[in-house]
């Protein structure tokens, strides 16, 4: 695993994605993708159901389509700067990117059945809000919960483009399978967080910065409700790293790190990742991607 060499200057593109959830025999569990190998994007990397968002996705028939209204979609993500358009659009592209790509749909009473027939009618040429226009169906904004956003840097790392990534979490609907695509993605897993960072410690998968504090502050919750618990109780906290060079070569260090321009945690585990025998590594090796956040006076670390 190697970082691109180049400064990416482009303006990040606006993404989302939805980190799937359930409850396994010994706990939470994550559904991953891999990317084609081919991909332009992170190829051959595992990663959560997602991609870019699209203009079609702000022009959805909002009041028809969607559970809640704009204005509460819009204060769920916590950024004053969006309008109420343009954050219900973020859902939009997180539901249909899911749906493109894992197969789940996340619709009101949405069933196997009726993911299959939405399948196949985009299949037949139907974009996604013609699709739902002819199921009467309304998305699931309500189930979608916003969990972080992610900011690609502009200084060298893993990615050739730039990507502005609102992360939500949901459950896996009742009575829905989720599956790749055998087109972008080539295979899949549900797996509990700590085995996934267990393979791509081991070198068995490729994972992504991102999924890796993801997937890291995941061990933190036991279960789907106290995952959407927490991500309900918090505004979703915003990641910009700031890549580096040292001695050791490439860090990465995220909010709260003494090198970051960002003097607040935003998340749990390390506030700094070494590129290191081809992957990225915390000081003090596998066990410290798990250490709690320092805990202000008063307040409660997850379950």
Known sequence: MEFNSQIVTTPPRPAATIVMLRDGADGLEVFLLKRHGLSDVL????????????????????????????????????????????AAGLYVAA????????????????????????????????????????MA?????????PWSRWITPTAP??????????????????????RHDEHETTDSVWIAPRAALHQY??????LAAPQIMSLAHLTHYGSVALTLAAARARRPPVVAPEPFDDEAGR?????????????????????????????????????????????????????
């Open 251 to 303: 860090v990465i260090c995220y909010p709260g790190d003494e090198r970051h321009s960002v003097a607040e945690r935003a998340l749990p585990g390390p506030t700094r990742l070494y590129l290191r025998n081809k992957r990225f590594e915390p000081e003090g090796g596998f066990e410290a991607l798990f250490r709690p956040a320092p805990q202000a006076a008063g307040s409660t670390a997850p379950a």
């Open 43 to 86: 190829g051959g990397v595992h990663v959560f159901p997602g991609g870019k968002v699209d203009l079609r996705d702000a022009e959805l028939d909002m009041d028809l389509h969607l559970d809640r209204p704009q204005d509460e979609l819009r204060a769920h993500l916590g950024e004053q700067d969006l309008d109420a358009r343009t």
């Open 157 to 178: 790392s893993m990615m050739t483009k730039r990507f502005d990534t609102r992360f939500f979490v949901a459950a896996l609907p009742a009575d829905q399978i989720a």
């Open 137 to 145: 169906l309304r998305l699931d904004c309500a189930g979608v919960v």
């Open 95 to 134: 539901i249909r990117e899911a749906f493109e790509e894992s197969g789940v749909l996340f619709a009101q009473g949405a069933r196997q059945q009726d993911a299959l027939r939405a399948h196949a009618l985009l299949r037949e040429g139907h974009a996604f809000d013609e699709m739902l226009g002819r």
């Open 201 to 206: 410690w081991d070198g068995t998968i490729q």
